[in-house]
């Protein structure tokens, strides 16, 4: 067993770092051969002010004489040595532009992360154990209702009734901890709806098994059933949808370091749009494609030592790309929270596309092995 | 942007049902209420991208400056902006190139993400494993930060930023046509039509584009909105056409200047939430009745 989950970790250790070098490719090829050159409008550019030297320097630096094939050999060589390469606006090194920023977007990333699983927590267990039945109902809605308010419009109403209505905290002030807490709030709103559909529908599957009859027929307190023995078999997919939003926590981060006017990854990818700054860009794609591949080889790794039905078959495992990429064949059936026949139909209001196949995905591990043997022995 | 999937249908139940039972189910199924106010206000939004002219007599890009700045109103439905233009009108008018242009993205992302999907599912081998590859490389790209890239790559206009939401809505496309295509390739019916001689043409075309065409067609109406959030996101940044075009995230990012005016943030704010909202409803009931 152990053997076969380390040949496992390594197969998917591999699949990672090939999908990372192939988005640099890509990213620098969408970026070279996609019409229109930025690059030269950007350096002729007499509002950038570079001189001629500079210009030649620039030029040799990224081999801009060169063809596009010693171009992305160059870039990637400088890539995989961790040199991000120069700010065309700025002529300084990306690493160094990026490093500057990248303290504050983690912390509202990190807080964004906080404030949601928090929220996707008390909507899902509001959604079972609220006293009165309308706001049940109200709240399992609410997921639907949270992914349908572009992100924009959470922060600038966040800001009219908080900053300027109640005065809680001054725009100009970006950093106080309560405008951290807002913008964290208008980052992590997003992602706290579809941690909650994936929530919401583990305990409707897990409310149903017997164990949970059997608990309370015994005389368990409804608290203490959802927390002590529901809770943990429905996070499970959590820590697959966490992983998978990892990366929109970045793209958000853009619309909210720009709303709430911090400094930020966010913010310097949008100053880089506006002055057309490509290698920062391509760095920070890169680089968020790193988290991105990172934390989701992080939970992969981690389920088969989570969750003791998919440790059993984990290593069998194949196929199964980034997170729920590789729904093959494995991904035939439809499964609850790793049972092969669960039913989410009882997560009628809110069966949720986001919660759905992330369990699928989660579930297909747990499934692979008996239905390849089913296959086999039709 | 958003993590989108669909889940992969039933296995025996559905699976294995030809396509013409699931539709006689359809058939039978009365649509419930709110999916019926839902398809009223597609309805509605659609007559304004299509005909905004019928809706609205007014003018979007000329106004009353004396009118400037007035609140909601019989006259003016979302109040008036900083040039006295009407919000209502402006909203209407602004509608088809926010909604057409996602519809431009869904469009790009069913027929490039469903055809990478098709292939891979139904050839296998090598070739799905590449195909895969390349998805998940997609995937490991935050889909707003891809439509950025593109969309700086492409120019600021709106058709630039419809098709950089295609582009990044490719990979999930891709994700359920290939699911969806496999399940349907190891099915006994599949295997029962190859036996009764059936080329590989007549199982794609009667047997595995009918049976993905559900989960597809949900997830496409699903996109439609998410496309509509990213759009206008971006439309916000100011990476869509320019002002005087009025693209519903271009006329929030406008009226946020005006603080003593917050209809001019609020009433587009409301129509883009109820569009969206419509469209998921709608999506998820496409996905419930099999």
């Known amino acids: 067993m152990r053997h076969l989950y380390l040949a496992y970790a390594g197969r998917r250790t591999g699949q990672a770092i090939v999908v990372v070098l192939l988005t640099y490719v890509v990213t620098f090829l969408a970026i070279s051969v996609l019409p229109g050159d930025p690059v030269t409008s950007t350096l002729r550019n007499p509002e950038n002010g570079f001189s001629e030297e500079e210009i030649a320097r620039i030029v040799s630096y990224y081999g801009l004489d060169q063809p596009v094939a010693v171009q992305l050999w160059q870039a990637l060589s400088r890539f995989l040595v961790g040199d991000l390469g120069v700010s065309m606006r700025t002529n300084l090194p990306v690493a160094q532009l990026v490093g500057a920023v990248v303290g504050s977007t983690l912390v509202l990333a990190a807080s964004a992360l906080a404030v949601a699983l928090v929220l996707a927590g008390a909507i899902a267990y509001g959604a079972h154990r609220f006293p009165w039945a309308p706001g049940r109902s109200l709240l399992r809605s609410l997921p639907s209702f949270f992914l349908s308010v572009p992100t924009f419009v959470i922060g600038l109403v966040l800001i009219y009734v908080f900053a300027f209505d109640l005065g809680l905290f001054r725009v100009i002030e970006p950093d106080s901890a309560w405008a951290t807490f807002f913008a964290a709030l208008t980052l992590g709103v997003p992602v706290s709806a579809q941690l909650a559909e994936v929530l919401i529908a583990g305990l409707d599957h897990e409310a149903q098994q017997e164990y949970t009859s059997v608990a309370r027929s015994r005389g368990l ?66 680089l968020a494609a790193v988290v991105f591949v990172v934390v989701n080889l992080a939970a992969d790794l981690l389920y088969p030592l989570l969750d003791p039905r998919v440790r059993r078959v984990g290593s069998a495992r194949s196929g199964a790309g980034v997170g729920a990429v590789g729904a093959g064949s494995a991904g035939v059936g439809s499964v609850g929270a790793g049972t092969p026949d669960g039913e989410l139909e009882s997560a009628d209001v809110l069966a949720a596309f986001v919660a759905d196949e992330q369990l699928a995905a989660v579930g297909d591990s747990a499934i692979e092995v008996p239905l390849e043997e089913r296959v086999r022995v039709s | 942007m958003t993590v989108v999937s669909l889940r992969l249908p039933r296995r025996a139940a559905a699976g294995d049902r030809s396509p013409a039972t699931a539709s006689l189910a359809v058939a039978r199924r009365r649509p419930p209420v709110d999916v019926l106010v839902s398809i009223g206000v597609l309805a509605v939004v659609l007559v304004w991208s299509v005909a905004p002219g019928l809706v609205t007599s007014q003018d979007p890009a000329d106004g009353v400056p004396a009118d400037k700045l007035l609140g909601p109103s019989a006259a003016h439905w979302f109040g008036t902006d900083h040039l006295g233009r009407d919000v209502f009108t402006r909203v209407v008018y602004g509608s088809s190139s926010s909604v057409l242009s996602a519809l431009v993205a869904v469009a790009i992302g069913l027929l490039v993400g469903g055809l990478i999907g098709l292939i891979a599912g139904f050839i296998g081998g090598w070739v799905d494993s590449t195909l895969s590859r390349l998805v998940d490389v997609l995937l490991a790209i935050p889909g707003f930060l891809l439509a950025v890239v593109i969309v700086t790559a492409l120019g600021f206009q709106t058709i630039n930023a419809a098709i950089a939401t295609g582009v990044s809505a490719v990979a999930v496309f891709a994700r359920l046509m290939r699911a969806e295509t496999i399940r349907t390739r190891q099915s006994v019916f599949v295997e029962a039509a190859y036996l009764q001689g059936g080329s590989a043409t007549h199982v794609l075309t009667r047997h595995v584009l009918p049976n993905a065409s559900r989960s597809v067609v949900a997830l496409a109406v699903l996109q439609f909105g998410v496309s509509i959030l990213v759009i206008a996101s971006l439309a916000f940044l100011g990476y869509g056409d320019p002002p005087p075009a009025s693209d519903w995230g271009l006329l929030v990012s406008a009226g946020k200047d005006y603080r003593t005016a917050p209809w001019l943030v609020y009433t587009p704010a409301v129509v883009i939430i109820a569009t969206v909202l419509a469209l998921n409803r709608v999506s998820r009931w496409l996905r419930k009745t099999d």
């Open chain 1, 221 to 286: 307190g409804e608290a203490r059933l959802y927390l002590r023995h529901l809770l943990k078999p429905s996070s499970l997919p959590v820590v697959t949808v966490l992983a998978l939003t990892v990366g929109e926590l970045l793209g958000g981060a853009v619309i909210t370091e720009t709303i709430f006017g911090r400094t930020g990854i966010g913010s310097l990818v949008q100053r880089s749009v506006s002055t057309q700054d490509l290698p920062v860009l391509q760095a920070v794609v890169a």
